[in-house]
């Protein structure tokens, strides 16, 4: 059996991070599989998903890292096609990819103490982020 759900969240862009965890724990709870995989898929190439704590010293260097690694005022070949500029969200949201699978047992999602399911929108804008959530049993 496989349920679908669709979750959209509002972001504000620019290393926007979102602890998601509860409205992904609501639609397992609601689909009432008691065992079985969570996999979250975000729609769109400049938001990425990652599995940690969400304590915002770890979310700075999170943000940090990522501004060493792939600098927003980088010279991209991706910026000279679009107006938008943004050719750092891209590659960022590369590094942590796009989706998750999470166990789920006993009808919740099997997590570790400090780990929450976070979104994080690279992107020069506040968007408006859609995730496809398949629970299988």
């Known amino acids: 059996m496989v349920i679908q759900k669709r979750l959209e969240f509002s972001t504000r862009g620019n290393g926007d991070i979102l602890d998601i965890t509860p409205q992904v724990a609501q ?16 729609v769109g190439s400049t938001a990425a ?9 770890l979310l700075a260097d999170l943000r940090a890292l990522l ?52 979104l994080v929108d690279w992107d020069t804008r506040p968007r408006s982020r859609h995730l496809l959530l398949h629970i299988l049993s």
């Open 27 to 42: 639609a397992v709870a609601e689909s009432r599989v008691e065992t079985g995989v969570a996999v979250l898929f975000v």
């Open 49 to 57: 998903l990652t599995l940690n704590e969400n304590e915002p010293g």
């Open 67 to 118: 501004e060493g690694l792939v600098p927003r005022q980088g010279e991209y070949r991706h910026n000279l096609a679009w107006a938008e500029k943004n050719a750092h969200a891209h590659l960022r949201t590369c590094l942590l990819g796009f989706s998750l699978s999470l166990p789920v047992q006993e009808g919740k999602l099997l997590l570790g103490t400090w780990q929450q399911v976070l």
